[in-house]
């Protein structure tokens, strides 16, 4: 059973933004568990949302950041609302972090190293965020970087989108027909 709160097609393009910069999208909690057990490198986690204005800028924040010379060995996102049960688990290893969205969390050989909570993004624009974020890689992490040429990074499109209108993944208006 699809236990998305939203209509899945609708959101494609939030979660293609961070795909095509090499983020991977997690959909179970056992993916969830596979990418954050692990005790050695670096992982950045996303919590992906439809909320315009923090998610507005979290994302191309995020997409900024993975151009930087340095970068996590691995990048993940999970997407609140829609990938609910990854979502929860995700959070679980937020270390007591209260549930927010989006969040950006950064863990290196296995701990909680750096987060931004919505509170956070809320106060920033796109470049704070990357910011932020490079500053933590460059602590953190040692792949080199950018995860993509320079070339498909400048074909992104940043999806902007007030959440409010993304549709109901099964709408709650009786039937009239």
Known sequence: MDDSLYDRSAVQPFQEELNTVAVRSLGTPEEVDQALTKKDGSVLV????????????ARPGVTRALQHNVIPDDMVTVFA???????????????????????????????????????HIEQMDELAVSGSLTEAFDKHCSRTGPSV?????????????????????????????
């Open 149 to 177: 040429p320079a070339e498909v990074y400048e074909k992104l499109n940043h999806a902007r989108q007030c959440g409010s209108s993304i549709p109901p993944s099964s709408p709650m208006r009786p039937n009239m027909g």
């Open 46 to 57: 996303v919590v992906n949302s439809v909320c315009g204005c923090a998610a507005g800028n």
């Open 81 to 119: 609302g829609v990938d609910r049960a990854a979502t929860d688990r995700a959070r679980e290893y937020f270390q007591g972090v209260p549930p927010s969205s989006p969040c950006i969390a950064l863990f290196s050989k296995g701990e909680l190293v750096h987060m931004l909570e919505r509170r």
